[in-house]
């Protein structure tokens, strides 16, 4: 069962906590990338999920 769908919910709406397995785990299952995908994301336009989300081509949450 994916993050997201276990009822794990990220600690903080609008920011990605890299540093938080469960953050990273849920955002990164979320976006449909890899935790290693997503730390690239974050280290290049920071933690704001919605800049996060543009950058993948996503939708934010």
Not at 40 to 58: E, P, Q
Request: aromatic share 6%; hydrophobic share 40%; proline share 3%.
């Amino acid at each position: 069962m994916s993050a997201s769908q276990d009822g794990l919910k990220p600690r903080f709406a609008q920011h990605i906590d890299i540093h938080c397995p469960d953050d990273r785990a849920y955002w990164a299952d979320h976006f449909g990338v890899s935790g290693d995908e997503l730390r690239d994301a974050v280290k290049m336009v920071g933690s704001r999920v919605t800049t996060v989300a543009a950058h993948l081509g996503c939708q934010a949450a």
